[in-house]
């Protein structure tokens, strides 16, 4: 017997994304202890939700869902949706989850922080990031990386990753505020910027 098929009789926590197969773009990352097939068909019937939306607009056939990890319990896996969440924002990706995914409460957040203290990932993830950067350039020089500057100190960033983690933000935040979504983020608001920018940025 397949080990895929002992974890869909008795699964584990499975971190999951949701792919638009007209363009082959991840659209949604998720959590769930459901069989993927019951939890692709639960986001096609949740009405009020952007990924449903999208599901109803294009056909439940055209989308796909594949899972990307594993968790043993919930709060390792919040901390694994995360991760990737932001990854593959990081990697230009257009996600329809709820705020992207950052509704958690004050007290999990917490959680997490904590649990990300002094954290390294682990072998089997960065052989995953390897493979899914496989001939990329990432940063910068990445083609799809967006660098953002912070109005209130002119700074530009290389990235909306690199200024989250140079100010304490959330990735996500820092880019609806881009999107005119919201106003602020870190107290800090902020604009696309291009890499002309960024480069006299860096040599001024």
């Known amino acids: 017997m397949s080990e895929w098929v002992k974890q869909e009789r008795n699964p584990p926590f499975t971190i999951y994304k949701v792919v638009d197969n007209t ?8 959590l769930t202890r459901r069989t993927l097939k019951d939890r692709l068909q639960g986001h096609s019937d949740h009405v009020d939700s952007p ?19 594993y968790a043993k319990n919930k709060l390792e896996g919040w901390e694994k949706e995360e991760f990737w969440t932001l990854f593959l924002l990081e990697n230009g990706c257009k996600l329809y989850n709820k705020d992207y995914g950052k509704s958690l409460g004050p007290a999990t957040k917490k959680k997490l922080s904590i649990s990300h203290k002094g954290k390294c990932l682990s072998e089997e993830q960065k052989e995953k990031i390897s493979k899914a950067n496989k001939g990329r350039f990432m940063g910068i020089e990445h083609l799809r990386s967006k660098c953002v500057k912070c109005i209130e100190t002119g700074v530009v960033y290389g990235s909306i990753s690199e200024a989250g983690r140079k100010v304490g933000a959330s990735i996500s935040a820092i880019a609806h505020v881009c999107k005119g979504e919201r106003k ?8 696309y910027a291009t890499r002309k920018e960024y480069s006299l940025c860096q040599n001024g």
Do not use: C, E, M
């Open 23 to 30: 363009n082959h773009a991840t659209v949604y990352v998720g």
């Open 51 to 69: 990924i449903n939306q999208l599901i109803k607009s294009k056909g439940k056939q055209n989308f796909s869902i594949i899972p990307i990890d």
């Open 184 to 191: 602020r983020a870190k107290g800090y608001h902020w604009r």
